[in-house]
Structure formats: structure tokens, C-alpha cells
């Protein structure tokens, strides 16, 4: 089974600040990360996803990310944020290779920048 | 927009009743993907359909079910409706739904509210 932890339920920040959102999972077999991001009362989009190669990703709207096997992170980070990535973020994995496609979701890091 | 139509935007029904939520696919999508989106368990994946087929199955309860119809379109039926029913049902699609790590596109959502 695997799991996503997502070590900040929310995040306060000022425009034009640097950011970080964390994210750690669990996983006994191989595993595609992904980043989504829910705008209020809208579904979730894709901000970026990890399947091979190299370890730091990049995204929509300035956002990267750097998956790390070793310590089983895929932390989310953007140089500089506006108000209007005010969202909810969310990590999430898929087992590569399974017969179950399913995402699996971490509860979610409310971003809320400030101006 | 990514595509994938769900309806109605909001509902709202007392307990013990039955209803059903619609989800249209991205065009060309053969994987459906149901997900429950509520505060205290946050979102979860419920089932997952591939070209009419049912494909996985994760935390549906058996008073709800699913199908996915020769039109690709799909639909959740939720009965004897319970008070933590209410949350917010989210409908995704895929192109293959194959274990590759391929996207998976969100609708706008469903609303359910048990009274």
C-alpha cells in the first residue's frame, strides 16, 4: 500500500516570497508523483508529475519540484509567488507498473499568499 | 477547462434517498476515474472504469456503484444516503487508463449535500 504526507496543512506566505510545500509518501514498489493544484470551487489540474529521469521537474505557472528517492520526498517550491496561486495544493501517487491506476492523495497544503 | 463535464453542479437530497451524478469524459479519454473529496477523509479514490469495463475498486462503499456506458459517459449512483455522504464527488479521465503515469483530467466536481 502506499501513502503521501503532505507535512503542512497550510502555508501563509507574501507575494513575491519564496515557497516551499512538502511532501514525503511510502511506498513498497515504484511510484509516479504528481502535483495537482485545486483553485477554490473549481476541480483539481495538474501542476507537474515525476516519472523518470531527472529529479527536478518543472510545471505550470513557475512551479518545479525535486523528487528524492532517498529520503522519499517530492517537495514542491516555487522562486516567487503571486496572490493568484492562492490555492490548494496537493501531492500524489501512482503505482508504476500495477494493475491499479489509481491516485493516491495526500490531505492537501493550503497556500495562502498575502499581499 | 480540462474537458471532462460532470452533473449536476450541486445537489441536494435528504437521507435514504437515491441519486446519481454524470460524468462526460475528455474526448478520446476510455478511462473514468470516481474520487470522494471530504473534509475528514480528504480525497479518495472510489472506482475506476476502462472502455465499459470496471478496472479497480477502492474505498466504495456497496451502497454505491458505478457503469460506464458503450458512450464512454459515466455514471455513479449513491443509495440510502447517509449524512456523510455529503461531500464533493470529482469524476476523472485518462486516455488509456494503463499504469504509464498518464494524467488524469478533473472535472469541475458534484456537490452532494445529505440532509
Known amino acids: 500500500a502506499q501513502s503521501v504526507t503532505q507535512l503542512d496543512s497550510q502555508v501563509p506566505v507574501f507575494e513575491e516570497a519564496p515557497v516551499e510545500l512538502r511532501c514525503n509518501y511510502s511506498?513498497?514498489?515504484?511510484?509516479?508523483l504528481f502535483w495537482y493544484v485545486q483553485y477554490p470551487n473549481q476541480g483539481l489540474q495538474l501542476l507537474l508529475k515525476?516519472?523518470?529521469?531527472?529529479?527536478l521537474v518543472k510545471g505550470i505557472n513557475g512551479f518545479e519540484a525535486e523528487f528524492n528517492k532517498s529520503q522519499t520526498s517530492f517537495h514542491l517550491r516555487k522562486p516567487s509567488v503571486h496572490i493568484s496561486d492562492t490555492a490548494e495544493y496537493f501531492c500524489?501517487?501512482?503505482?508504476?507498473?500495477?494493475?491499479?491506476?489509481?491516485?493516491?492523495f495526500g490531505k492537501g497544503t493550503l497556500l495562502t499568499v498575502n499581499p | 477547462d480540462s474537458g471532462v463535464t460532470q452533473t449536476p453542479k450541486h445537489l441536494i437530497t435528504a437521507t435514504g434517498q437515491r441519486v446519481t451524478l454524470r460524468c462526460s469524459p475528455r474526448?478520446?479519454?476510455?478511462?473514468v476515474y470516481w474520487y470522494q473529496q471530504s473534509l475528514d477523509q480528504g480525497l479518495q479514490f472510489l472506482i475506476q472504469?476502462?472502455?465499459?469495463?470496471?478496472?479497480a475498486k477502492g474505498n466504495i462503499l456497496e451502497r454505491f456503484s458505478a457503469q460506464q456506458f458503450p458512450d464512454l459517459h459515466s455514471e455513479l449512483n449513491l443509495s440510502s444516503l447517509e449524512l456523510g455522504d455529503s461531500a464533493l464527488y470529482f469524476c476523472?479521465?485518462?486516455?488509456?487508463?494503463?499504469?504509464?503515469?498518464?494524467?488524469?483530467?478533473f472535472g469541475p466536481g458534484t456537490r452532494l449535500l445529505v440532509l
Open positions: 515525476y516519472l523518470s529521469g531527472s529529479t
Open positions: 472504469y476502462y472502455n465499459g469495463e470496471e478496472r
Open positions: 476523472a479521465s485518462s486516455p488509456e487508463g494503463r499504469g504509464t503515469g498518464e494524467t488524469q483530467y
Open positions: 474526448s478520446g479519454d476510455l478511462s
Open positions: 500524489a501517487v501512482m503505482h508504476s507498473g500495477g494493475s491499479n491506476y489509481k491516485l493516491t
Open positions: 511506498s513498497s514498489v515504484s511510484v509516479y
